[in-house]
């Protein structure tokens, strides 16, 4: 503190009326009564602001609460799932070299349409893939022989084997 402080020059001028024993003197009394007050009135002024200082270090509850109103279900994701460096999100469907099979091409059945989602065809094997298991880039075709596109991939157990076309 500055030495021509107020708080300072009260102190100083306090301090040898109290230790001299003048106690009883009123204008001493009432000199160390108006200097308590104004010490007092410090000691306020400086707690308060210790007080600011301590809530400014002290977190707010209010900015620290969860606001649910911030984080919704009905809203779509926007960042999606994580992904690898190389991973290939949606790879274009591989177009087939024909789109009508010649009458005379025989065809076998290959099984059921399992599942149907955007561009992507799953179809499950009717037969053991004992017997068969069609490779990638096979064709695909109705039984009128229209071509609904190549296996881009074969997934599941041996013994019922899907494709997904």
Same mark, same amino acid.
């Given at each position: 503190?500055?030495?021509?402080?107020? *708080?300072?020059?009260?102190?100083? %001028?306090?301090?040898?009326?109290?230790?001299?024993?003048?106690?009883?003197? %009123?204008?001493?009394?009432?000199?160390?009564?108006?200097?308590?007050?104004?010490?007092?009135?410090?000691?306020?002024?400086?707690?308060?602001?210790?007080?600011?200082? !301590?809530? !400014?270090?002290?977190?707010?509850?209010?900015?620290?609460?969860?606001?649910?109103?911030?984080?919704?279900?009905?809203?779509?994701?926007?960042? $999606?799932?994580?992904?690898? #460096?190389?991973? &290939?999100?949606?790879?274009?469907?591989?177009?087939?070299?024909?789109?009508?099979?010649?009458? /005379? /091409?025989?065809? #076998?059945?290959?099984?059921?349409?399992?599942?149907?989602?955007?561009?992507?065809? *799953?179809?499950?094997?009717?037969?053991? $893939? @004992?017997?068969?298991?069609? !490779?990638? !880039? *096979?064709?695909?075709?109705?039984? %009128? $022989? #229209?071509?609904?596109? &190549?296996?881009?991939?074969?997934? $599941?157990? @041996?013994?019922?084997?899907?494709?997904? &076309?």
């Amino acid at each position: 503190m500055e030495a021509n402080s107020p *708080t300072n020059t009260a102190v100083t %001028d306090t301090s040898p009326a109290l230790h001299s024993g003048v106690s009883n003197d %009123d204008s001493a009394m009432q000199h160390s009564t108006v200097e308590a007050e104004d010490i007092s009135a410090d000691d306020e002024s400086s707690s308060s602001s210790s007080s600011d200082s !301590d809530s !400014d270090s002290e977190p707010d509850h209010d900015d620290m609460a969860f606001n649910a109103s911030d984080y919704s279900d009905d809203e779509p994701m926007t960042e $999606g799932a994580p992904t690898t #460096r190389n991973e &290939v999100l949606n790879p274009p469907p591989a177009q087939p070299p024909l789109t009508q099979l010649p009458p /005379t /091409t025989a065809l #076998r059945p290959l099984g059921l349409v399992h599942a149907h989602v955007d561009s992507s065809l *799953t179809i499950r094997a009717s037969t053991a $893939g @004992v017997h068969r298991v069609l !490779d990638a !880039d *096979t064709l695909v075709a109705l039984a %009128d $022989g #229209r071509v609904v596109g &190549v296996i881009s991939d074969v997934f $599941g157990p @041996v013994t019922q084997p899907m494709y997904s &076309v």
